[in-house]
């Protein structure tokens, strides 16, 4: 089965924990799933980053990642490009409409069960 262009990520609220959903567009960087936004304002970024740890749906039910905030200027400008080439047309619109605001992605490996 194909992986869809977009997967469902769930986070954990920073200060309630209560679980959210939401759509996200993801890439595959040297055999590792990456995420992130363009905006790292936004409230699912926020909550990641405080508590590292999300669940992915490709389809075939979740599976637990802890994540790893990418912070060097080399790992975001990856993380762009990758996008950019899975997502051609896209993420230039997106990266258009979030001219402004700050690029942020997370490197996700399999949490240990």
Partial sequence: MSKPANVKLTHFGRKSGKRYDTDVWWTEIDGDVWIGTQD???NWFRN??????????FGEGPRAFVVI?????ED???FEASMLSKHPIGARVIRFLSRGKKLGCFKLQPAKE
């Fill in 40 to 42: 790292v304002s936004r």
């Fill in 76 to 78: 975001i400008a990856r």
């Fill in 48 to 57: 990641v980053e405080e508590t590292g740890i999300v669940e992915l749906n």
């Fill in 69 to 73: 905030r990418c912070r060097s200027e």
